[in-house]
């Protein structure tokens, strides 16, 4: 099953603009991850959130999670063409079960 | 290259037939687990290793699918009697350690039509 549900689920902007991918989930979490897929490719992770945080940064990636309202948010600042993928989140869990639980995605398309 | 690698990566098979896929993960990850992703859709786990140890399995894991590991390195999926329905691409990905913070890294996946 799903948990995440990522909105929107298209975006298109221009290079250089920033984008904002939202994710919603339904159970309580240990741990809140953000994966890219490029087209044709395996997924790669991009930062992990853990429930006792609200904020993370990794380059020009930022990641909002707030527990209170099951959602986080992606932001990409300065995007390029290269960002170009589907983003999805993901929600581990940890009550007894390994598993990661990830949502449908997010396609970003990003115009040179 | 040390990442997650899986052979075959793309597999056609006629309804019926039976397939297997293998996983080799980074090499020092006692952790693995199968998923499923099909268009338009993120990733669906399947089930997961904890070096020979196969502690969970997903509902979706049928009684046609099976999974190993048998000797807590790689690990073979393998699908019975397939079905149009199990077209997919099925992704492994393999973490160290025993913290729930440890990414996963995802290997490319192969890709399956039954026709």
């Known amino acids: 099953s799903q948990q995440g549900e990522e909105d929107p689920q298209a975006l298109s902007i221009q290079e250089g603009e920033n984008a904002t991918m939202n994710c919603s989930y339904k159970t309580s979490i240990n741990n809140l991850q953000w994966y890219r897929q490029n087209s044709g490719r395996g997924l790669v992770h991009l930062i992990l959130i853990r429930s006792n945080e609200r904020e993370k940064h990794s380059g020009r990636l930022r990641v909002t999670l707030d527990t209170s309202k099951k959602s986080s948010s992606l932001l990409i600042t300065a995007s390029r063409a290269a960002d170009t993928a589907s983003y999805f989140c993901?929600?581990?869990?940890?009550?007894?079960?390994?598993?990661?639980?990830f949502g449908k995605g997010t396609k970003l398309s990003v115009i040179p | 290259d040390t990442g997650v690698s899986q052979n075959p990566r793309h597999k056609i098979t006629k309804r019926g037939q039976n397939v297997t896929f293998r996983c080799d993960p980074i090499s020092e990850h006692n952790r693995l687990y199968w998923y499923r992703q099909t268009l338009g859709q993120g990733p669906e786990f399947l089930t997961y290793f904890q070096n020979e140890a196969q502690l969970e399995k997903s509902r979706l894991l049928s009684d046609r699918f099976s999974a190993e590991r048998p000797k807590g390195s790689f690990s073979t999926l393998e699908i019975q009697r397939t079905e149009q329905g199990d077209s997919a691409m099925y992704l492994c990905?393999?973490?160290?350690?025993?913290?729930?913070?440890?990414?996963?890294?995802f290997g490319p996946g192969t890709r399956l039509t039954v026709l």
């Open positions: 990905a393999s973490r160290r350690g025993q913290s729930s913070y440890n990414e996963q890294f």
């Open positions: 993901a929600t581990f869990s940890g009550a007894g079960s390994y598993q990661l639980t």
